[in-house]
C-alpha cells in the first residue's frame, strides 16, 4: 500500500512530464512526416493530413537537397528517356553542388575544433584548480568575464587580423576561431569540476612520486570523463550547427563550406524551396544526435559536477 501511494502521489508529475515531452517532440515529428511530403502537398495542407490514406510518401526532398539538384529524380527520367549521361547519386552526393562535400568539410571543421579547445580548456582548467601562480585568481575572472563578450564584436576585427594573415577561407583559420569562441566557457566547466575533486588523491600521487604531468594524465584525466564528455557535446554541437562563423570566416567558398552553408542558400529570395529545409534539418541533424546519443551517459553527471563551487 506504501509503495501504491507513492507512485499515485508522482502521478500528476509524470503526466506533466509526459505532456512536456509530448509538446516538445510533437512540432520534431510533423517535420519529419513533412520531409517524406511531396512539395505540392506540403503547400496545401497540414502534415497531420499524412499519416491517413491515401499515403503521399515521397523522398525527392532528401535528393534534391543531397544532390543540390531541384526535381532530381525528374532530371534523371528525362537525361534516360532522352538518351542523355546516366544520373550517378553517389557522383552527384560528392559534387560540389552535393552536400556529400559540405558534409565532410563539416567534420573537418568540427572534429579538431572541438578536440582543441578540450585540450587547452584541461591544462588550463587544471593550473586554475591545483596550482598556485601570481596572478591566479585575477587571471580567471578575466577568463570568465569572456563569457559576457558578445561573438559579434569580434567578428571584424578578427577578420581583418585574418586577412592581414592569409587566413581567411582556410581550416586552419576557422579551427582557431572556434577554438577562441570556446575556450572560457570550457576552463570555467572544467575547472568548476576539477576543483571539486577530492585534494587527497592529488596529494597522495605526489608522495608516490607523481609528476604533475602524471598526476594530470594519469589521474585527473580518467576521473573527468563526464565533464570532457559533456563539453565535447557542447562544443561540437555549437560548431557543427555554426552559420555565422563559417560566413564570415570562410565565406561562400563550396570547397570549404561546413553543412550549414548549402542548407541557408536552399531557400532563395522568392522564397523558392522552402519545402526542402525539412529535409535538411533532419540530415543535419543525423551526427550530432549521434553524438548526443553515444555520450549521454555521461551528459547529467558531468553537468552536474561542473556546477559544484571548487
Known amino acids: 500500500m506504501k509503495k501504491l501511494g507513492k507512485a499515485l502521489s508522482k502521478g500528476p508529475l509524470h503526466a506533466v512530464i509526459l505532456v512536456i515531452c509530448a509538446l516538445w517532440i510533437l512540432p520534431s515529428f510533423g517535420l519529419f512526416v513533412s520531409s517524406f511530403r511531396p512539395a505540392r502537398a506540403v503547400r496545401s495542407s497540414g502534415w497531420w493530413t499524412a499519416i491517413k490514406p491515401p499515403y503521399q510518401f515521397t523522398i525527392d526532398s532528401y535528393l534534391d537537397v543531397l544532390t543540390g539538384q531541384t526535381n532530381y529524380r525528374e532530371t534523371c527520367k528525362e537525361r534516360t528517356e532522352t538518351g542523355g549521361p546516366k ?11 552535393g552536400l556529400g562535400r559540405s558534409f565532410l568539410n563539416s567534420l ?58 592569409h587566413l581567411t577561407g582556410t581550416f586552419v583559420g576557422i579551427w582557431l ?12 566547466l572544467l575547472r568548476n569540476f576539477f576543483g571539486a575533486l577530492p585534494k587527497d588523491l592529488f596529494e597522495s600521487a605526489f608522495l608516490d612520486g607523481a609528476s604533475t604531468f602524471t598526476a594530470f594524465t594519469r589521474l585527473l584525466i580518467p576521473l573527468s570523463v563526464p565533464a570532457l564528455a559533456s563539453l565535447a557535446i557542447f562544443q561540437f554541437m555549437w560548431v557543427w550547427n555554426d552559420l555565422l562563423v563559417a560566413l ?18 536552399l531557400v532563395s529570395s522568392m522564397g523558392a524551396g ?30 552536474l559536477a561542473g556546477s559544484v563551487k571548487g
Not at 154 to 161: A, G, H, M, N, R
Request: aromatic letters at 16%; hydrophobic letters at 55%.
Open 87 to 97: 544520373c550517378s547519386f553517389l557522383k552527384d552526393f560528392v559534387a560540389p553542388n
Open 108 to 165: 573537418i571543421i568540427s572534429i579538431p575544433a572541438t578536440l582543441l579547445p578540450i585540450l587547452l580548456a584541461a591544462f588550463a582548467a587544471y593550473a586554475f584548480a591545483w596550482m598556485e601562480f601570481p596572478g591566479r585568481d585575477t587571471l580567471f575572472l578575466i577568463v570568465v568575464g569572456l563569457l559576457v563578450v558578445p561573438l559579434q564584436m569580434t567578428l571584424i576585427p578578427v577578420l581583418k587580423l585574418y586577412t592581414r594573415f
Open 177 to 188: 576561431a572556434h577554438t577562441a569562441y570556446g575556450l572560457p566557457y570550457a576552463v570555467y
Open 248 to 265: 564570415t570566416y570562410l565565406g561562400g567558398n563550396p570547397s570549404v563550406a561546413p553543412i550549414t552553408v548549402p542548407i541557408s542558400n
Open 274 to 303: 522552402w519545402h526542402l529545409l525539412t529535409a535538411a534539418a533532419f540530415i543535419s541533424m543525423i551526427l550530432p544526435l549521434a553524438v548526443f546519443f553515444g555520450l549521454q551517459r555521461y551528459f547529467v553527471r558531468g553537468i
